[in-house]
């Protein structure tokens, strides 16, 4: 089935630096990628929708200058945590799907703590 | 490998029945369930979660029934309503808090 990597698994960091998320799907063409924030036991909050080759939509109320993302090519999608804060601390979430109807498939998460 | 299973894509239930979605996972080590409930253009909302020191979880019409034995979990809507017609995930999590979804189940509620 339909696997999609997402690496690091947890990952910490200084304030002030960047952290880089990587979002891979194995065995399908991802055209649209998704970016998620979970906080504990509440819905997933969708930070960015990303179609392979073109610019991201951002989500009101979340920083594109803050959270970069990059869909390069159908398989890889990256989430990049610039200048990151101890309020960034989170777990953010990547899903991909091969298109409109074709399900959606998620990474396992990424634990972002910063100190 | 998806650790976490709907095989359902879809599901079309006429209003005032009850759906039921189901999930499967192959990880013992999944101590805490979820459900989500996605609409087009949004993020996935927390619908209903369950421990896996439990069996069952209800919360107005929905309930979710854990099998450990069997690894499998369903939730059931009762009566559905045409407003529950989104896409369904259940999401597992281990101990190490990492979360993993189950690709979706899409339900119609027909007038």
């Known amino acids: 089935g339909a696997v999609v990597s997402q690496h690091p698994s947890r990952v910490i960091c200084k304030s002030g630096t960047s952290v880089k998320i990587e979002c891979r799907s194995l065995d399908f063409q991802a055209t649209t990628m998704f970016w998620y924030r979970q906080f504990p036991k509440q819905s997933l909050m969708l930070m960015a929708t990303?179609?392979?080759?073109?610019?991201?939509?951002?989500e009101q109320g979340v920083e594109k200058d803050k959270f970069l993302i990059n869909h390069a090519s159908l398989t890889l999608s990256t989430l990049t945590v610039t200048s990151a804060h101890p309020e960034d601390s989170s777990f953010y979430i990547c899903?991909?799907?091969?298109?409109?109807?074709?399900?959606?498939?998620f990474g396992s998460g990424t634990r972002l703590t910063v100190v | 490998d998806q650790q976490v299973k709907q095989n359902s894509p879809s599901l079309s239930v006429q209003e005032g029945r009850i759906s039921i979605l189901n999930c499967d996972y192959t990880?013992?080590?999944?101590?805490?369930f979820l459900w989500y409930k996605k609409y087009p253009a949004e993020g996935p909302t927390f619908l209903i979660s369950?421990?896996?020191?439990?069996d069952k979880n209800e919360d107005g019409r929905f309930t979710v029934f854990l099998n450990k034995s069997a690894k499998h979990l369903s939730l059931h809507i009762v009566p559905s309503q045409p407003g529950d017609s989104a896409v369904y995930f259940c999401a597992a999590i281990t101990g190490a808090n990492n979360l993993f979804f189950g690709t979706g189940t899409r339900l119609t509620v027909i007038p």
């Open positions: 899903s991909a799907t091969a298109g409109t109807g074709l399900g959606y498939t």
């Open positions: 369950i421990s896996s020191i439990k």
């Open positions: 990303s179609n392979e080759g073109s610019k991201a939509t951002y």
């Open positions: 990880n013992s080590m999944f101590d805490y």
